[in-house]
T-cell receptor
Framework: DQQVKQNSPSLSVQEGRISILNCDYT??????FLWYKKYPAEGPTFPIS?????DKNEDGRFTVFLNKSAKHLSLHIVPSQPGDSAVYFC??????????FGTGTRLTIIP | DAGVIQSPRHEVTEMGQEVTLRCKPI?????LFWYRQTMMRGLELLIY????????DSGMPEDRFSAKMPNASFSTLKIQPSEPRDSAVYFC?????????FGQGTRLTVV
């Protein structure tokens, strides 16, 4: 049972344009969400997160939007840069429980 | 702090051999996670510990897999006997509050 879903395995975006990565979840108990970024041969790192009491969190070029009624999360990157090319994982947890990940979306920024 | 440290970075072993993966979490973090990354399932949680106690091991694929956390600064994931389908990248992560920090991973190849 996949509680966190990323339906797009890959996405290509022109440099300078906006990248939008999407994530859906099924467990309404989730209260904290994170987007992790993973380069080849490295562990995932997180550029941004959001609590369920908010609907938007912005950090530089990265903005995460949360729509609780739709159980939908998105990450916007603008403007996209070649260094943003990586696999992005959506993750969710509640309380002090386990962190549940989606299957990832490979983002490629085209120069 | 040096972050989460995993060893070895790469492991190649023959089918049927025992494999032990090691993890040193960030000092002061009270939760530790073992994940496996595959193309099909993304980041799949195998087991997690809170305060050195295993909380949820429902993700451990078979009895061939076992994990221990004898103290707050060390954990192992053991596969015995190993099989080719166990080939993957295994990540350890530790967490203090809501955001988990990952190690660099161990790439396991079973031939």
């Amino acid at each position: 049972d996949q509680q966190v879903k990323q339906n797009s395995p890959s996405l290509s975006v022109q440099e300078g344009r906006i990248s939008i990565l999407n994530c859906d979840y099924t467990n309404s108990m989730f209260d904290y969400f994170l987007w992790y970024k993973k380069y080849p041969a490295e562990g995932p790192t997180f550029p941004i997160s959001i609590s369920s009491i908010k609907d938007k969190n912005e950090d530089g070029r990265f903005t995460v939007f949360l729509n609780k009624s739709a159980k939908h999360l998105s990450l916007h990157i603008v403007p996209s840069q070649p260094g943003d090319s990586a696999v992005y994982f959506c993750a969710a947890n509640f309380g002090n429980e386990k962190l549940t990940f989606g299957t990832g979306t490979r983002l490629t920024i085209i120069p | 702090d040096a972050g989460v440290i995993q060893s070895p970075r790469h492991e190649v072993t023959e089918m049927g051999q025992e494999v032990t993966l090691r993890c040193k979490p960030i000092s002061g973090h009270n939760s530790l996670f073992w994940y496996r990354q595959t193309m099909m399932r993304g980041l799949e949680l195998l087991i997690y510990f809170n305060n050195n106690v295993p909380i949820d091991d429902s993700g451990m694929p078979e009895d061939r897999f076992s994990a221990k956390m004898p103290n707050a600064s060390f954990s192992t994931l053991k596969i015995q006997p190993s099989e080719p389908r166990d080939s993957a990248v295994y990540f350890c992560a530790s967490r203090e509050n809501t955001e988990a920090f990952f190690g660099q991973g161990t790439r396991l190849t079973v031939v």
